[in-house]
Every structure is written in structure tokens, then in C-alpha cells.
């Protein structure tokens, strides 16, 4: 009874206090960007609006592994995605500046959208094919030249049943291409936190930083074993994590 009144009040407050942030943050990152696109305040305040996602959500975040990233480093920062959450959760857990990939539906969403630009979250229009992935590299570069690492969904959306899904092999393409080390990142718990079109129940989400893959002399031709052996190693570190 109590969960059934919890849970609905819960998830308002989420949306109410999740727009107000993201209104605030999207402002902030904008007019910093504008004088300072490289500045740090605009990390400060990433992991700031992710905190106060998490925060009303009644979420209690566990991160380990974090240790592993050299924060003087850029990677290709790959995870498991199974919420809305988890973005905010991969900021925390990841002590770099990290942009991610995002659909270009997305930047249609007002000041959201000019935010997103502004700090260079990178636009993937699924409809260009395989023209999409020059443009990829492209941004990729861009992002090494401030020092910059890109975080990638290799699922391509969310989950819908609680399974992960097969990984796409463009993050380890992009990695590949730009001799860039891929960091996996497992997260556990979010998908009962707030499951997909549902409502938002609060608990412990728990973000796992594994080890760093280097991928310094690889090719085109390891690319598929390289997705292959990085999402095995997240399913590990998902059922390590979840039978304790």
C-alpha cells in the first residue's frame, strides 16, 4: 500500500524537479560554453544536474572502479543501458569530461537542444547509414582535441524487457580509428529503479567501472571481437553485481 502511494508522488516530483534542472543546467552550460568552451564548470555542473536526478529519485548510488580512468586521458566510455537514469549515473561515475552520442530528436527540445551544441554532445541521425560514421570519427576528433571522452550506448536504446540487448560496433569502431582506450562501464539496478514507461521506485543503483582496453595497434578487423569481449565482460560484471 505504501509503495502504491509512493511511487506515483515519487515520479512527479522527479519530472517536476528533472525539468527545473535540466532548464537550469541547459541555461548554465550554454552561457559558459559561449565565454569558455572547454571550462570544467561545465563538468561541475553536469554532475551537479545528475545529482539532483538521482537525488529525487531516492536513488542510493554505489560507484567502484572509478580509480581505473586516468583523468588525463580521453576513452570511449562504453555501458549497459537498461533507464532513463543512467546517463547521470555514467557522469558520477566517470571522473572525466565525457559528451555522449545522442538522437537528433533530441536537440529539437528548446534550450535543451542549444545546450547540447554548446558543450558538443554529438547529433547521430540513424536515418544517414553508413554515412554516419565519417561524421562520427570526425566528432571523435574533435573531442580528443579538448580532451574530451565519448560515451556511447552500444545497445542503441533501452532496454525494454530488463535483457541486454546485442552491441552495435560503432563505439569500437570509433575507438579503434582514433587510438582510443575503451572503458566498460556495468550498471546494476537501475532498470528496477525506473523501468521503462513505468514509475520511478527508488533504490540502490550500482555503477561498475571495469578495466581499461587499449586499443593502440588494433585494426578494422578486430572490431567485432573487441564488441564481442566487451560485452561479455559487462554481462559478467552484471551478474557479479547482481547476486551480491
Not at 76 to 103: E, Q
Not at 220 to 238: E, G, P, S
Amino acid at each position: 500500500m505504501k509503495r502504491f502511494l509512493v511511487d506515483p508522488v515519487r515520479t512527479v516530483l522527479v519530472w517536476i524537479v528533472g525539468v527545473i534542472s535540466t532548464t537550469i543546467t541547459s541555461a548554465t552550460v550554454t552561457a559558459i560554453a559561449t565565454v569558455r568552451p572547454d571550462s570544467p564548470a561545465i563538468d561541475r555542473t553536469l554532475r551537479a544536474w545528475s545529482r539532483s536526478w538521482l537525488w529525487v529519485a531516492g536513488v542510493d548510488l554505489e560507484i567502484t572502479g572509478s580509480e581505473k580512468i586516468d583523468p588525463s586521458r580521453s576513452y570511449v566510455i562504453v555501458s549497459n543501458h537498461r533507464s532513463n537514469l543512467d546517463i547521470m549515473v555514467n557522469f558520477l561515475a566517470a571522473p572525466v569530461p565525457i559528451r555522449f552520442l545522442a538522437k537528433k530528436e533530441l536537440f529539437r527540445i528548446p534550450l535543451v537542444g542549444t545546450a547540447m551544441r554548446a558543450i558538443g554532445i554529438i547529433e547521430v541521425d540513424r536515418e544517414k547509414g553508413a554515412a554516419i560514421h565519417n561524421q562520427l570519427n570526425a566528432e571523435a576528433g574533435d573531442a580528443l582535441t579538448h580532451a574530451r571522452s565519448i560515451m556511447v550506448y552500444p545497445e542503441g536504446t533501452r532496454t525494454r524487457d530488463g535483457s541486454m540487448q546485442p552491441f552495435k560496433k560503432g563505439a569500437f569502431a570509433i575507438a579503434v580509428a582514433n587510438e582510443l582506450p575503451v572503458v566498460p562501464i556495468t550498471i546494476e539496478g537501475s532498470y528496477q529503479v525506473w523501468p521503462p514507461e513505468s514509475l520511478v521506485r527508488g533504490g540502490r543503483i550500482r555503477a561498475h567501472v571495469g578495466d581499461v582496453i587499449e586499443t593502440k595497434g588494433m585494426t578494422r578487423r578486430d572490431i567485432i571481437t573487441l564488441t564481442k569481449d566487451v560485452r561479455q565482460l559487462i554481462l559478467d560484471d552484471y551478474a557479479r553485481l547482481a547476486s551480491n
